[in-house]
């Protein structure tokens, strides 16, 4: 006990022969408080937004708006865009089912409209089998018409169960009623034998368009 007591007074008396060793411990402390409070300040930030990511179940970059995503277009839409720069504007004097124009493209038949200096025509040119909404501009001496392209559909080659319905022969109403500006895409039931309609468009001839119209009330036996 003695021995201790002499042991505590030796440091004592050290301790008050180095008055600087108080600042430079009180310096450490400072620094190891400043950097505990640091790492404790980011750790705070951080837990917030990690729990909030993970309980909507999407990161920071999914949480982007949804008013810049558009609606990824149609593949009919997106080949019609296409064959719209390419047809829309040309003239051509009409051709016999089966005959090619001279810009190559095949007249797979077609009927007039309502409005009868207009008609729809079925085309296949390469791999792209088309519908073209044509006006009649001129016609020669012999009668024969010339038209010109207003507006084009473009799709892929169709099932062979499936068929473009239109014109006098087509077998569909709109809401019970005849409607010969009624283009319908319809697939045919082979055990009942009646078409179940998949898409439709009016051929506007005000606008000189195609419009994608609802097959709700359309019915094509």
Known sequence: MYGCKNEFQTQERDFMKNPNTLPALMKILFVFYAVALAIVALAMFAAPRSSSEKASGFSSEAQKPFSNQQPAASAIERASDEAR????????????RGERLPNGARDLGGGLLSDEDYGVTRFRKGKNYML???RIVERNEAGVPKWEVLDVLSFGKLKKNQ???FSHSSPCR??????????????IEP??????????????VEKEEFESVSIEEIVCR
């Open 163 to 165: 068929a473009f319905l």
């Open 174 to 187: 709109d809401n019970e009623r005849e409607n010969l500006d009624l283009i319908v895409l319809a697939e």
């Open 191 to 204: 055990k009942t034998k009646t078409y179940k309609v998949l898409k439709a468009w009016q051929a506007n």
């Open 132 to 134: 073209w909404l044509e």
């Open 85 to 96: 720069r390419q047809f829309v504007g040309y003239r051509h004097e009409g051709v016999k």
